[in-house]
């Protein structure tokens, strides 16, 4: 009997932002037209519905589940939650938080090039008590600088410091223009607060937001589902 083809659970945070559940929805319907043959389905962590229970129910007992979170680090909900709310089934197998990775910062660069050029760059990140998940931001912080071919500052909007005020204040100490990378997956509380605590400086949009989601975005998705499909997958 062949074994059944792994449905596709992307698991975002939530958010009670309607661009940010857009945002996030436009992608996971993007990663379902490129997997026509897949049973792609979108959950959510916290804030929303369907949560992860719920969205496990609506998929056959019997098919096996890649979940795909739709999360930048590996933190809490990656390491905890998930592991928790997926306890119950025996066939779901959870893929690696899609950061860090080099098309992260394509989609980074193309936002900053939305904004004027810049002589200092600060990247906002959530921030975690997981301090992994806050060394997943600073090597996509170093990451960024390397392409760019300058320093970028990590300002930390929660958790842990730099805060993103502070951040934004030392770069404007030593430099004339601050601009402000968004590495967070859509518009929402965060990206709000990012542009408050910008105190002026321009802040780049999110990695999704109201245009088309970028390809690279889609191809991580898939990615991180395909490879963890296969790690899974029963041996013969």
């Known amino acids: 009997m062949e074994p059944m083809t792994p449905a596709l659970l ?3 945070h939530g958010t009670s932002s309607p661009a940010g559940q857009a945002a996030i929805a436009a992608l996971v319907a ?11 389905r979108l959950g959510h962590v916290d804030v929303q519905q369907p949560d992860v229970a719920a969205s496990l129910a609506g998929i056959p007992d019997e098919q096996p589940v890649v979940i795909v979170p739709l999360l930048l680090s590996a933190g809490y909900h990656v390491r905890i939650d998930l592991i ?7 066939n779901v197998t959870i893929a690696p938080a899609l950061g860090p990775d080099e098309r992260l910062v394509d989609v980074l660069i193309r936002r900053l090039k939305e904004k004027e050029e810049a002589d200092a760059v600060v990247l906002a990140v959530a921030g975690s008590s997981d301090e992994r998940a806050n060394d997943d931001c600073r090597t996509i912080g170093r990451m960024l600088g390397e392409r760019l071919g300058t320093d970028v500052t990590v300002g930390f909007l929660a958790a842990t410091e730099p805060r ?3 951040a934004v204040a030392s770069a404007r100490s030593r430099a004339t223009r601050v601009v402000v990378a ?4 859509a518009p929402g509380y965060f990206h709000d607060l990012a542009v408050r605590l910008a105190d002026g400086s321009p802040v ?3 990695l ?16 991180r589902y395909r490879s963890t499909a296969r790690t899974a997958a029963p041996k013969e």
């Open 10 to 12: 992307a698991i975002s």
């Open 30 to 40: 993007q990663v379902a037209e490129a997997l026509p043959d897949i049973t792609v």
């Open 84 to 90: 928790e709310q997926t306890a119950h089934r025996h």
């Open 164 to 166: 993103l005020g502070a």
């Open 182 to 185: 968004d590495y967070l997956m």
């Open 204 to 206: 780049a949009r999110p």
């Open 208 to 223: 999704l937001d109201d245009d088309t989601p970028a390809r690279e975005l889609v191809d991580l998705v898939i990615d």
